[in-house]
């Protein structure tokens, strides 16, 4: 069997568009969250961890963050920081989540508090564009340096993407195909969204050194 | 030059440039703004048309040929746009077509991409021989609470527009065309934030008078009610009941305001006979001397209320101060509130906070240190020539879905 093609890192850089969806409390919120493109979804569960990659804010996403900073209500804000991200199959699915937290919420406090103007939630979409690196592993062994050395953006790119992005590659398919097989299980199994991007990475290279010590079972 | 930054850019950044602008090699860019010098626009057009150029998109720069009452309208515009209670009679609003139209046909209307800065040359979309497509309308003033009126007369020239760019979200207005957001910048490497030894510093505010063993506070912007320099005052005046202390208001005129020398003169009355308010009317470059006095201050204010973005707060933040800014427009884009200064929305605010950082200089020196590298990430030229090459990308290669993958297909391009 050939061997699989190099795994060449991306990076990614993006501007945000401001769609028109506003809102000023949880029901208005729960509409957007309905209304908003998948692309809208993605950009405000990730878009905190390539702001400031080395550090993980309070709240990871932006949703969480706006129900504690503009209305104040922490319950909410930790149940929509609780989301359980790696586990969900799609973002379809985390947006049926998020529906479900703000619409329990609804039912148990009602729709209370009104933001003051200036204050709302602005819905965006990222316009990304992804671009090589220059770095592309051609084998197992030389991953780990070079993702010692790809700018956060890179892994932040890897690790997310693909969630949204057909064309995106993330690590595990690639080991896998070299016949990591236990190694790419792993990868599967981390979860980015407890850490900064940096932390990831970390986290990353060492769950890639340990499997590359086992030898390679058959290839994919 | 491009070499010249790789001390000061976050790591990546140099190589991200030169991967983007791979894909736009050849295309032409040109910008049109109000005014060549005076106003942060200027400023930042100074800086960023050589960095494009630089990176092989041939890019050129016009400004709209002086007329003190084609200001006059624009000024008020500007100010009913950013929500002053003033009117625009419909004369006004002749004057203003009527001298876009005139000055259309000597401008450069044809490039890849033309930037339109603000609402001064907004109309030039209505000249003839414009491509729409390649048309983009950069907003650089607060339109978070827009007068009505003014509002509806600019907007209908910004949707026809291909897109309209904001400084932050919340400035975004209810448009047909798509709406993107790109912060402005500072120049790390210019005479306005470079480096300077404390001889240069010290010649500087030994010229001005400033008592550099007393704590100094420092607001530097253009004399304009929206900068609320009386408000400013007011505050220093709370704070010197707790603390010997020195104000420094200093600003230099813009071409397009004439509103300016009205301002100076209430701030001149204000802080007339009080030894320790500096009020500073500096004329046009004196990029040293602002440099200097944000590296003398103590603490670095920017009490707006109303605000397109503050760049004198990201200009204050490299230096390593701790920035109190009032809580309008973009400032609060700039400064992380309690991590890198505080937002303010008073002058007792104001006053409440300058008493603490006053009181606490090793906190005060941590924030300053945090909001160096906040802007390092976020706020200098590379990030914002990024955004350029990516908005070029966007406008010449339509509108997608998904991450635009680069290198790109050999396509046709609209």
Redesign the interface.
């Known amino acids: 069997m050939p061997a699989p093609g190099p795994f060449e890192f991306r990076r990614v850089a993006f501007l945000v568009e401001v769609t028109q969806l506003r809102a000023s409390s949880v029901a208005q919120l729960l509409t957007g969250v309905t209304l908003a493109p998948l692309g809208s979804i993605f950009y405000h569960l990730h878009q905190r961890f390539f702001l400031e990659p080395d550090r993980l804010p309070e709240y990871p996403n932006d949703f969480a963050a706006w129900a504690h900073d503009a209305l104040g209500d922490g319950v909410l804000a930790e149940r929509l920081a609780n989301l359980n991200l790696a586990r969900s199959p799609d973002l379809g699915a985390v947006r049926r989540e998020i529906s479900v937290i703000l619409a329990e919420r609804l039912q148990q406090v009602g729709d209370g508090g009104v933001v003051a103007p200036g204050f709302e939630f602005i819905f965006c979409l990222p316009r990304m564009v992804d671009y090589p690196s220059g770095r592309s592993a051609r084998t197992p062994a030389e991953f780990p340096e070079l993702l010692r050395e790809v700018e956060p953006d890179a892994v932040g790119y890897h690790l997310f993407a693909p969630r949204w992005a057909t064309t995106a590659r993330d690590f595990a398919a690639w080991f896998r195909a070299w016949g990591y097989g236990s190694l790419a299980q792993q990868l599967e199994a981390f979860d980015p969204y407890l850490n900064s991007l940096e932390d990831n990475r970390a986290y990353l290279l060492e769950l890639v050194e340990v499997g590359l010590r086992q030898p390679a079972e058959s290839r994919a | 030059m491009i070499d010249a930054y790789r001390d000061v850019a976050p790591?990546?950044a140099l190589?991200?440039l030169a991967?983007?602008a791979e894909?736009l090699k050849g295309r032409t860019l040109h910008h049109i703004n109000a005014t060549p010098t005076g106003g942060g626009v200027a400023e930042l057009l100074t800086r960023l048309v050589p960095w494009t150029d630089a990176l092989g998109i041939p890019t050129t720069w016009e400004a709209l040929p002086p007329n003190p009452a084609f200001f006059e309208v624009t000024k008020t515009l500007h100010n009913a746009l950013q929500g002053a209670d003033v009117e625009l009679t419909a004369a006004d609003l002749e004057l203003y077509r009527e001298t876009l139209r005139a000055v259309a046909p000597r401008l450069r209307l044809d490039a890849d991409l033309v930037i339109v800065h603000d609402p001064q040359p907004a109309y030039l979309i209505d000249a003839p021989g414009v491509d729409r497509r390649r048309f983009v309308w950069r907003c650089h003033i607060d339109l978070?609470?827009p007068g009505e009126a003014a509002w509806r007369f600019l907007r209908r020239a910004v949707e026809r527009y291909a897109m309209a760019v904001?400084h932050v979200?919340?400035f975004?207005q209810?448009l047909a065309i798509?709406?993107?957001?790109?912060p402005p910048s500072i120049d790390p490497l210019d005479a306005k934030n470079r480096e300077l030894d404390e001889a240069t510093i010290t010649a500087v505010t030994d010229r001005f008078g400033i008592d550099r063993s007393r704590p100094v506070i420092v607001q530097i912007s253009r004399f304009d009610r929206f900068k609320d320099p009386l408000g400013v005052i007011r505050a220093f005046r709370m704070v010197r009941q707790n603390f010997d202390c020195q104000l420094v208001l200093a600003g230099g005129p813009a071409v397009d305001d004439p509103e300016g020398a009205e301002v100076l003169a209430e701030v001149q009355e204000a802080a007339a006979g009080d030894p320790d308010i500096f009020v500073l009317a500096l004329p046009p470059g004196s990029d040293l001397e602002v440099n200097a006095l944000q590296r003398a201050a103590t603490v670095v204010l920017q009490k707006s209320t109303r605000e397109g973005f503050g760049l004198t707060v990201t200009e204050a933040m490299w230096k390593g101060k701790p920035v109190i800014g009032g809580a309008a427009g973009g400032i609060p884009a700039q400064i992380v509130h309690g991590v890198t200064g505080f937002l303010v929305h008073s002058p007792e605010g104001a006053a409440f906070r300058l008493r603490y950082l006053l009181t606490h200089p090793r906190a005060a020196q941590r924030m300053g240190a945090e909001a160096r590298e906040h802007v390092r990430?976020?706020f200098l030229i590379t990030r914002h020539v990024?955004?350029h090459l990516?908005?070029m990308?966007?406008v010449l290669h339509g509108r997608?879905?998904?991450?635009?993958?680069?290198?790109l297909a050999t396509e046709a391009t609209g």
Do not use: K, T, Y
């Not at chain 2, 798509?178 to 790109?182: A, R, S």
């Open positions: 790591r990546g190589e991200e991967a983007l894909a978070s609470r904001f979200p919340r975004a209810r798509p709406q993107l957001v790109i990430r976020h990024r955004d990516l908005l990308l966007f997608r879905d998904e991450p635009m993958r680069l290198p």
